[in-house]
């Protein structure tokens, strides 16, 4: 399978909708949502486009494509407006034999690993994009919205073991610019 990786959205329509376009294009069987979907949050300045009534709108007809996890700004509130489970901590996906452990950053994350044997590791919370070999593999895919350390928006692809972080794509980069790409054993 195909998968679109993204975290930290943050009610910003615009960014979504950017990365939804890719979505398409790229032909991706889930997408894969690690947090902070609706609420900007408090720490946070009002991003650009924010319409949490519309990124609703958008997701809610792909809720049978969609696995999402819990953010630190997610709210009981927010289970009530969207057709897919966010409530839980953490997901895990096995892919072609693969564990794939998918969590917002907040209650596991590198330095709080979750118990258990997995292949990769996937968060999000810092808004700074990583991705580390080793097992579990390391991978924080940033955030499309508020991305932090000078970093552009970032999105991350999995396919077949392969993990690639790449910039959010547009117009003028159709499938964003590959950032780093690691293979998992």
């Known amino acids: 399978m195909r998968y679109l990786i993204i975290s930290d959205i ?10 939804l376009d890719y979505y398409r294009r790229g032909h991706f069987d889930m997408l ?24 609703v709108e958008v997701l809610n007809p792909m809720a049978k494509d969609i696995v999402a996890v819990r953010g630190n700004c997610d709210a009981e509130v ?19 034999g693969r564990k794939l452990f998918l969590t917002h ?7 709080h690993l979750p118990p258990g044997n997995f292949d990769a ?11 580390d070999e080793g097992i579990p593999a390391i991978c924080n895919t940033g955030s499309i919205t508020f ?3 000078g970093n ?21 980069m159709p499938e964003g610019k590959v950032l ?5 054993p």
């Not at 927010?78 to 072609?96: C, G, N, R, T």
């Not at 950053?105 to 330095?111: E, K, L, M, Q």
């Not at 999105?155 to 794509?169: D, F, K, Q, S, W």
Request: hydrophobic fraction near 35%.
């Open 180 to 184: 780093k790409t690691i293979t998992l």
């Open 32 to 55: 894969l949502i690690l947090g902070d979907i609706l609420n900007y949050g408090p720490r946070n300045s009002i991003p650009e486009g924010i319409d949490a009534k519309g990124i």
């Open 147 to 149: 991305p932090k350390g």
């Open 78 to 96: 927010d289970q009530m407006l969207l057709d897919f489970p966010v409530m839980a901590d953490y997901a895990l996906i096995v892919d072609e």
């Open 105 to 111: 950053g907040h209650v596991y994350n590198p330095d």
């Open 121 to 131: 590791v996937f968060y999000g919370h810092t808004h700074l994009w990583h991705l």
């Open 10 to 19: 943050h009610g910003c329509l615009p960014r979504l909708r950017r990365a």
């Open 152 to 172: 552009e928006p970032t999105v991350v692809t999995y396919e077949n073991g392969v993990i690639t972080v790449r910039t959010l794509p547009d117009e003028t």
